[in-house]
C-alpha cells in the first residue's frame, strides 16, 4: 500500500484529505505517478465506474467581453484573433448543440462572453433552451452567462436549465493577480446563488495561471465546501494577444498530479477533464481518463480540441464507455479511431484558433 492508498481510502469514504496530504500529491516525483492514477482511480471507480461523460460547448456570443481576465482570449483588449460575434439565433443554437449531442454528449453548455446577462439576455438564452429541451427532453443544459443579477438563475432553472457554470478558476488569494475588473467574491456569490435557485453548480479551476501549490489546493478544498457537482479543471491555453502568451509551465505529469488532487478533494463530483488537456497533457490523456469521469468533446469556445472520433477512440481504448452510449463491438469502436494520413500540429504545445462550429458555415468537430 502507498501514501496515496492511504488519501485515496479517506476519499472513497467521502473524507475530506488534509491539506498536507493534498499538497504532498502535487508535490510527488515522477516515479510515484502510476501509483498516484491507480490510487486516483480507486476513487473514480468507486462512484464512477467506467463511464465516461461527454459534454459539448456552444460559444452563443463570443469575443468583446468589457472584462479583463488575464487567461482569456475574449478579454476587453485582447489580440487574440479569435472568432467574434453577437448572440446566435435560436435556431443556430440548437442546430450547434444537437451536433454535439450527435457525437454523444449528454450535456450541452450554452456560453456567452461577458461580464453578466441583462434581463432581456435572460429571456434570449431560456427561450433558446426551452426550444432546445422540447426537441432534446433527455440532455442536460449547462448555462455560462457570467455574474447573475437576483432573479436571473431562477428564470433560467424555469426555462429547463439544469446546471450553471462559473468557475472560481484559482484561490482567492491569487485572483487579483489574474482580474482586476471584478473579485473572486463575486464568482462565489453567482455560484450559491445558481445552486439556491435548483440548478446543479458547476465550478472549477484554471492550472497554469502563475499559481502555488497552495492555490491550487484553496479552489480545490473551496470547491469542495460549495457542493459543486462539476468540477472542470482546465490548462491554460496561453493565446498570442493575452497577458499571459507564452507561459507554458506545465508538464503532462504535473496536470496529472493536479488531477488527482481535484479527484481526492472532490471524490464524488463530476470531474471534467477541460480546455488546454490536447496541449498538455498530449499523450497522456488517456491516463487522465483513470481520474476523471467527464471530459469536453470536440472544440472549446474559441480553440480547436483534437477530433470527436479520436475523443471516442481514446476513450474506447482505454477501456472505458461513454456514459448513454449504446454497447459497441470493438471493431466498430476501433473504426472511429482518427485516419493517420491526417496531419497533425507541427508542435504540441501549438494552439488552433476555432475557425468551425457556431458562428460559421462550417460544420462543428463531433
Same mark, same amino acid.
Given at each position: 500500500?502507498?501514501?496515496?492508498?492511504?488519501?485515496?481510502?479517506?476519499?472513497?469514504?467521502?473524507?475530506?484529505?488534509?491539506?498536507?496530504?493534498?499538497?504532498?500529491?502535487?508535490?510527488?516525483?515522477?516515479?510515484?505517478?502510476?501509483?498516484?492514477?491507480?490510487?486516483?482511480?480507486?476513487?473514480?471507480?468507486?462512484?464512477?465506474?467506467?463511464?465516461?461523460?461527454?459534454?459539448?460547448?456552444?460559444?452563443?456570443?463570443?469575443?468583446?467581453?468589457?472584462?479583463?481576465?488575464?487567461?482569456?482570449?475574449?478579454?476587453?483588449?485582447?489580440?487574440?484573433?479569435?472568432?467574434?460575434?453577437?448572440?446566435?439565433?435560436?435556431?443556430?443554437?440548437?442546430?450547434?448543440?444537437?451536433?454535439?449531442?450527435?457525437?454523444?454528449?449528454?450535456?450541452?453548455?450554452?456560453?456567452?462572453? @461577458?461580464? #453578466?446577462? $441583462? &434581463?432581456? =439576455?435572460?429571456?434570449? %438564452? /431560456?427561450? *433558446?433552451?426551452? !426550444?432546445?429541451?422540447?426537441?432534446?427532453?433527455?440532455?442536460?443544459?449547462?448555462?455560462?452567462?457570467?455574474?447573475?443579477?437576483?432573479?436571473?438563475?431562477?428564470?433560467?432553472?424555469?426555462?429547463?436549465?439544469?446546471?450553471?457554470?462559473?468557475?472560481?478558476?484559482?484561490?482567492?488569494?491569487?485572483?487579483?493577480?489574474?482580474?482586476?475588473?471584478?473579485?473572486?467574491?463575486?464568482?462565489?456569490?453567482?455560484?450559491?446563488?445558481?445552486?439556491?435557485?435548483?440548478?446543479?453548480?458547476?465550478?472549477?479551476?484554471?492550472? @497554469?495561471? #502563475?499559481? $502555488? &501549490?497552495? =492555490?491550487?489546493?484553496? %479552489? /480545490?478544498? *473551496?470547491?469542495? !465546501?460549495?457542493?459543486?457537482?462539476?468540477?472542470?479543471?482546465?490548462?491554460?491555453?496561453?493565446?498570442?494577444?493575452?497577458?499571459?502568451?507564452?507561459?507554458?509551465?506545465?508538464?503532462?505529469?504535473?496536470?496529472?498530479?493536479?488531477?488527482?488532487?481535484?479527484?481526492?478533494?472532490?471524490?464524488?463530483?463530476?470531474?471534467?477533464?477541460?480546455?488546454?488537456?490536447?496541449?498538455?497533457?498530449?499523450?497522456?490523456?488517456?491516463?487522465?481518463?483513470?481520474?476523471?469521469?467527464?471530459?469536453?468533446?470536440?472544440?472549446?469556445?474559441?480553440?480547436?480540441?483534437?477530433?470527436?472520433?479520436?475523443?471516442?477512440?481514446?476513450? *474506447?481504448?482505454?477501456?472505458?464507455?461513454?456514459?448513454?452510449?449504446?454497447?459497441?463491438?470493438?471493431?466498430?469502436?476501433?473504426?472511429?479511431?482518427?485516419?493517420?494520413?491526417?496531419?497533425?500540429?507541427?508542435?504540441?504545445?501549438?494552439?488552433?484558433?476555432?475557425?468551425?462550429?457556431?458562428?460559421?458555415?462550417?460544420?462543428?468537430?463531433?
Amino acid at each position: 500500500m502507498t501514501r496515496f492508498d492511504l488519501i485515496a481510502a479517506k476519499a472513497v469514504a467521502r473524507e475530506l484529505p488534509t491539506r498536507q496530504e493534498a499538497l504532498a500529491v502535487l508535490a510527488g516525483d515522477d516515479d510515484e505517478l502510476m501509483d498516484l492514477v491507480a490510487a486516483a482511480f480507486r476513487v473514480r471507480r468507486e462512484f464512477f465506474g467506467r463511464r465516461v461523460k461527454l459534454n459539448y460547448l456552444v460559444n452563443i456570443k463570443s469575443g468583446l467581453c468589457p472584462e479583463d481576465c488575464f487567461y482569456c482570449s475574449q478579454r476587453v483588449g485582447s489580440a487574440a484573433d479569435v472568432l467574434k460575434y453577437t448572440w446566435l439565433k435560436t435556431d443556430e443554437v440548437i442546430a450547434s448543440a444537437e451536433a454535439g449531442v450527435a457525437g454523444g454528449a449528454r450535456r450541452v453548455c450554452l456560453v456567452a462572453s @461577458g461580464r #453578466g446577462p $441583462t &434581463d432581456k =439576455d435572460i429571456d434570449r %438564452v /431560456a427561450s *433558446a433552451i426551452g !426550444a432546445f429541451k422540447e426537441r432534446n427532453p433527455d440532455i442536460e443544459v449547462c448555462a455560462c452567462l457570467g455574474l447573475l443579477a437576483d432573479g436571473q438563475a431562477e428564470r433560467l432553472a424555469d426555462a429547463g436549465t439544469t446546471a450553471y457554470n462559473h468557475n472560481l478558476n484559482t484561490s482567492g488569494a491569487h485572483y487579483a493577480d489574474i482580474c482586476t475588473t471584478h473579485e473572486y467574491a463575486d464568482r462565489v456569490s453567482t455560484v450559491a446563488a445558481a445552486k439556491q435557485s435548483g440548478l446543479s453548480p458547476c465550478s472549477g479551476l484554471i492550472a @497554469g495561471l #502563475g499559481e $502555488t &501549490d497552495e =492555490d491550487l489546493v484553496d %479552489v /480545490a478544498f *473551496a470547491l469542495r !465546501a460549495m457542493g459543486a457537482d462539476s468540477v472542470p479543471v482546465n490548462f491554460l491555453i496561453p493565446f498570442e494577444g493575452t497577458p499571459l502568451a507564452g507561459q507554458w509551465q506545465l508538464t503532462p505529469q504535473r496536470c496529472l498530479r493536479i488531477l488527482a488532487m481535484v479527484r481526492f478533494v472532490n471524490p464524488d463530483a463530476e470531474v471534467r477533464l477541460a480546455g488546454g488537456r490536447e496541449i498538455h497533457l498530449r499523450t497522456l490523456q488517456p491516463l487522465a481518463l483513470h481520474i476523471v469521469n467527464s471530459i469536453f468533446l470536440g472544440d472549446y469556445l474559441t480553440s480547436e480540441g483534437q477530433p470527436g472520433a479520436a475523443d471516442l477512440a481514446m476513450i *474506447a481504448d482505454a477501456g472505458f464507455t461513454v456514459e448513454g452510449a449504446p454497447a459497441q463491438p470493438p471493431d466498430q469502436a476501433a473504426d472511429e479511431r482518427p485516419d493517420p494520413a491526417q496531419p497533425q500540429p507541427a508542435h504540441p504545445g501549438l494552439v488552433h484558433v476555432r475557425r468551425r462550429g457556431a458562428g460559421t458555415g462550417l460544420p462543428a468537430n463531433t
